[in-house]
């Protein structure tokens, strides 16, 4: 199989793109959601670690880029449908969201409510040089 033909079967939105849910390889915990196109996932491979696509930036977006908070790639796995892939990572500094937070996914629904469940590991602003509401956040990327 040639390199065209993996990617071949991966069944791309109409923006060419696909979901991309980063998983820490080590605990198995949900880090982050992120959009990736045939260019991030063979760029992903190539180097290594996860690169996705920032649909606000309109380019390539390797992850860890301004916060150093890399994800080393361990294994990428694709669904029965063809259409969701999974990124095995090794994360980098232990925070994947650009909140601080260990994982995008921090709150869990309790009667009724969301309830915040993980604690800022670190300030954003110390992480970043922008404010982090002006960046992409994981799922907007």
């Known amino acids: 199989m040639t390199v065209g033909d993996w990617l071949d079967e991966v069944q791309w939105n109409?923006?060419?793109?696909?979901?991309?849910l980063a998983q820490d390889a080590a605990t198995g915990r949900a880090l982050?959601?992120?959009w990736?196109?045939?260019?991030?996932?063979?760029?992903?491979?190539?180097?290594g670690r996860a690169v996705y696509w920032s649909r606000s930036r309109n380019r390539l977006w390797r992850k860890g880029e301004e916060?150093?908070?890399v994800q080393?790639?361990?294994?990428?796995?694709?669904?029965?449908?063809?259409?969701?892939l999974l990124l095995l990572v090794d994360q980098l500094g232990?925070?994947?969201c650009h909140t601080g937070r260990l994982s995008c996914f921090d709150?869990?629904?309790e009667d009724g409510r969301w309830q915040a469940t993980d604690?800022?590991?670190?300030?954003?602003?110390?992480?970043?040089?922008?404010?982090?509401?002006?960046?992409?956040?994981?799922?907007?990327?």
Do not use: W
């Open 14 to 20: 109409a923006q060419g793109l696909v979901p991309a």
């Open 32 to 34: 982050m959601l992120a």
């Open 36 to 47: 990736m196109n045939r260019e991030s996932l063979a760029t992903s491979l190539r180097e």
């Open 67 to 69: 916060s150093g908070h």
């Open 72 to 84: 080393l790639l361990k294994e990428v796995r694709l669904d029965c449908d063809g259409d969701t």
């Open 94 to 96: 232990d925070i994947a």
């Open 107 to 109: 709150r869990s629904l």
């Open 119 to 141: 604690p800022v590991v670190r300030d954003p602003n110390e992480i970043y040089a922008v404010r982090p509401a002006d960046r992409d956040s994981g799922h907007n990327a």
